[in-house]
Nanobody
Framework: QVQLVESGGGLVQAGGSLRLSCAAD?????????MGWFRQAPGKEREFVAA????????YYADSVKGRFTISRDNAKNTVYLQMNSLKPEDTAVYYC????????????????????WGQGTQVTVSS
């Protein structure tokens, strides 16, 4: 079992930046979990944003955020980050952190059902 708590959301103008954090509280070593970020805009399904492997060696991004967002992790701090630059109004959504101990191939993590644990989400609003 792992508890995930996101932070860092807020209101930002288009072109601005935010960094989201997700702190994990687990009875298991944090580095045994692959970590990911998803987002859900009003009236839309939750969609994949980014994933990072347990060691942090491999990352994967949705095409819509590639080149603008960076996922990283600090296993010593039990935290995963999402650095979001060049934000657009269409990035507005609730952002969710997710975790799984299952070592899938990195592209498999785009599916929501691959993830076992979810945070409560943090709101990101980008104004035009």
């Amino acid at each position: 079992q792992v508890q995930l708590v996101e932070s860092g959301g807020g209101l930002v103008q288009a072109g601005g930046s935010l960094r989201l954090s997700c702190a994990a509280d687990s009875g298991r070593t944090f580095s045994s979990y692959a970590m990911g970020w998803f987002r859900q805009a009003p009236g839309k399904e939750r969609e994949f944003v980014a994933a990072i492997t347990r060691s942090g060696a491999i990352t994967y991004y949705a095409d819509s955020v590639k080149g603008r967002f960076t996922i990283s992790r600090d296993n010593a701090k039990n935290t995963v980050y999402l650095q979001m630059n060049s934000l657009k109004p269409e990035d507005t959504a609730v952002y969710y952190c997710a975790a799984t101990p299952t070592p899938y191939g990195i592209t498999w993590y785009v599916r929501r059902e691959r993830w076992d644990y979810w945070g409560q989400g943090t709101q990101v609003t980008v104004s035009s």
